[in-house]
Nanobody, 121 residues
């Protein structure tokens, strides 16, 4: 089994910062890509940022210049540094990973349980 566990969410004032972490554990051979998604009440889940195993990153336009994604391949941990937070960043943030499991050929994708980020004005 594979688990993704997020941490670091919370309540912060506008302009503040938070750092989210996502730790992957279990029967993992290699993680190909990891992403952060978010879902605000009444809205669809959207991609916030992604990072490949080689370190290539991509960001939603709404967070460019404010958020930074990184990962530690050795520890299977991904981070999202969020600066200059705005009330519209309020959402549940989900970790997602595309990976190969030990002893298995297909690629699988997994989701974390989500962590709440609330930005007050």
């Amino acid at each position: 089994q594979v688990q993704l566990v997020e941490s670091g969410g919370g309540l912060v004032q506008a302009g503040g910062s938070l750092r989210l972490s996502c730790a992957a554990s279990g029967n993992i051979r290699v993680i190909v890509a990891m992403d952060w998604y978010r879902q605000a009440p009444g809205k669809q889940r959207e991609l916030v940022a992604g990072i490949s195993s080689g370190g290539t990153t991509n960001y939603a336009d709404s967070v460019k210049g404010r958020f930074a994604i990184s990962r530690d391949n050795a520890e299977n941990v991904m981070y999202l540094q969020m600066n200059g937070l705005k009330p519209e960043d309020t959402a549940v943030y989900y970790c997602h990973a595309d990976l190969y499991r030990l002893g298995s050929i297909p690629k699988y994708d997994y989701w974390g349980q989500g962590t709440q980020v609330t930005v007050s004005s």
